[in-house]
């Protein structure tokens, strides 16, 4: 509803739709850079344009869409500027996990959060970018597909592979220690929850990967 009214000119719902927003991108786009600067620039020129274009189309997820966009004029600010780590070939753009994000409680052992810290690092951009985005966004795939610019099987495909790399790289206690990190963001049916229970760890990374 935001979305609409903004789109029909109302100057109080763009007004919401940055405070409601401005967040989740800021925090999206520090996965990228560092540059604080650049990506405050970033996120207000998205702002700037969205108000100037508010004629456009309608969206099938704001989120998505604004997330997408500011993922693009980072791309376009990285090559221009080359203040940070140089893009790939294939369009793959640095991505990391901080250990905020992971929300580890301070309670857990330190050789546990660095394990698990450890393996997450050695995931690729692309896999890094899809647990986030699917975890702690708590997108779909459609959602996520639209983000990354993959189809929506290659997204599925690429999420099975970085929690498969994860079960390999943490074994039994740990792997347990990874779910409940992860779940956090995770919305499981009773089916899927019960499973977790009865079955154990393997169940719930298969539901996590194949969820909706």
């Not at 967040?23 to 996120?43: A, M, P, Q, S, V």
């Not at 869409?65 to 780590?85: M, Q």
């Not at 690429?158 to 943490?170: F, G, V």
Request: aromatic content about 14%; glycine content about 4%.
């Amino acid at each position: 509803m935001l979305w609409e009214s903004f789109r029909k000119g109302d100057k109080d719902a763009f007004a919401a739709l940055f405070r409601e927003y401005y967040g989740t991108l800021y925090r999206f786009g520090n996965k990228f850079t560092t540059d604080t600067e650049l990506l405050e620039d970033c996120i207000q020129e998205l702002f700037i344009e969205l108000w100037q274009a508010k004629s456009q189309a309608p969206v099938l997820s704001v989120k998505a869409y604004l997330l997408k966009s500011l993922k693009y004029k980072l791309l376009k600010a990285f090559r221009k500027s080359g203040k940070v780590l140089p893009i790939h070939d294939n369009g793959d753009m640095p991505f990391e996990l901080s250990h905020e994000t992971l929300l580890i409680h301070q309670q857990e052992s330190a050789l546990r959060r660095q394990e698990v810290i450890k393996a997450l690092e050695r995931l690729s951009h692309r896999q890094k970018e899809i647990i986030y985005l699917k975890f702690y966004q708590n997108l779909s795939y459609e959602e996520v597909s639209e983000i990354m610019n993959i189809n929506y099987q290659v997204a599925r495909n690429l999420l099975y592979q970085a929690i498969k790399s994860l079960k390999n790289m943490l074994a039994g206690p740990l792997a347990f220690f990874l779910f409940f990190l992860l779940a956090a963001g995770i919305t499981f049916s009773p089916v899927g929850a019960q499973m977790c229970i009865q079955k154990g760890a393997n169940d719930c990374f298969k539901f996590a990967a194949f969820g909706k």
